[in-house]
T-cell receptor
């Protein structure tokens, strides 16, 4: 049983397009996150949600909009994709806000052409 | 200067070797320290977690924290080819909900 699952695994698209990545966790956790990992493997937080409420928004362009319909889901919508958005995007969850132990999904490899 | 510095490697060792992976950090407010392991094309998974200076052991893995020197280490004893992965250190301030990661060290253990 996959604990944190995200789809799609790979996403190849043209510049200027709009795309979404979906994430679901079945761990019963209250907090979910989006992280971005660049080509040098540097992993940086983008957003965190606790019980559907935005907790962290780390100076991410407005083109990125997270949405949490319920505490088990956190989706990421990206408008007007740019070349620099190419990266691996990881969804993660933790039992609660302020918890340091994160459970990550397998990542979505986004390539913008 | 990044808050957390980690040598990217790669580090290549023979099976059975003792591996030492290290991170240094600049923010003295960091209180919680973690090591994550990331296999190729997978998400990071938590390996070790500690919040105090000193050593914490779990099987073949030992996490060491030296807060006075702002230095953390992960030791892997009797390394196996299955340990080949990227190891990311991470740290945070209590209750901030934000982990700061190192860039990861790629480890290759050859038979």
């Amino acid at each position: 049983d996959t604990a944190v699952s995200q789809t799609p695994k790979y996403l190849v698209t043209q510049m200027g397009n709009d795309k979404s990545i979906k994430c679901e966790q079945n761990l019963g956790h209250d907090t979910m996150y989006w992280y971005k990992q660049d080509s040098k493997k540097f992993l940086k937080i983008m957003f965190s949600y606790n019980n559907k409420e935005l907790i962290i928004n780390e100076t991410v362009p407005n083109r990125f909009s997270p949405k949490s319909p319920d505490k088990a889901h956190l989706n990421l919508h990206i408008n007007s994709l740019e070349l620099g958005d190419s990266a691996v995007y990881f969804c993660a969850s933790s039992p609660g806000a302020g918890e340091e132990k994160l459970f990550f999904g397998s990542g979505t490899q986004l390539s913008v052409l | 200067q990044k808050e957390v510095e980690q040598d990217p490697g790669p580090l290549s060792v023979p099976e059975g070797a003792i591996v030492s992976l290290n991170c240094t950090y600049s923010n003295s407010a960091f209180q919680y320290f973690m090591w994550y392991r990331q296999y190729s094309r997978k998400g990071p998974e938590l390996l070790m977690y500690t919040y105090s200076s000193g050593n914490k052991e779990d099987g073949r893995f030992t996490a060491q924290v030296d807060k006075s020197s702002k230095y953390i280490s992960l030791f892997i004893r009797d390394s196996q080819p299955s340990d080949s992965a990227t190891y990311l250190c991470a740290m945070t301030i209590y209750n901030t909900d934000k982990l700061i990661f190192g860039t990861g060290t790629r480890l290759q253990v050859f038979p």
